[in-house]
Nanobody, 127 residues
Framework: QVQLVESGGGLVQAGGSLRLSCAASGLTFSMNAMGWFRQTPGKEREFVAA????????NYADYVKGRFTISRDNAKNSVFLQMNSLKPEDTAVYYC????????????????????WGQGTQLTVSS
């Protein structure tokens, strides 16, 4: 049974930094591309960042580009999201997601591409 568990959310002031982690189990992590998405009440879940199964390719939403960095550690079955220069509009529940990938460099930005999701971790950025 696939399980993705996010951690690291919390309350931070605008301009601050935070690092989210997602620990995966029940899957061959190195065969899965990973992504981070976020959602606020009343809005659809939106793409944040994605990383290929090898870690060699990444993709970011324009609204986080230059501020967020996605990375992964296949030895620890974990994916991370380093968030810097946080803004109040980054406030959301952040979800990690996994999908089996046949290609080392493929990244996926659509939620429908992902097969497994975590329960989410809340990030609140105060102004």
């Amino acid at each position: 049974q696939v399980q993705l568990v996010e951690s690291g959310g919390g309350l931070v002031q605008a301009g601050g930094s935070l690092r989210l982690s997602c620990a995966a189990s029940g899957l061959t992590f190195s065969m899965n591309a990973m992504g981070w998405f976020r959602q606020t009440p009343g809005k659809e879940r939106e793409f944040v960042a994605a990383v290929s199964k090898s870690g060699g390719s990444t993709n970011y939403a324009d609204y986080v580009k230059g501020r967020f960095t996605i990375s992964r550690d296949n030895a620890k079955n974990s994916v991370f999201l380093q968030m810097n220069s946080l803004k109040p509009e980054d406030t959301a529940v952040y979800y990690c997601a996994a999908t089996h990938s046949w290609h080392d460099s493929s990244v996926y930005i659509r939620g429908t591409d992902y097969r497994a999701w975590g329960q989410g971790t809340q990030l609140t950025v105060s102004s």
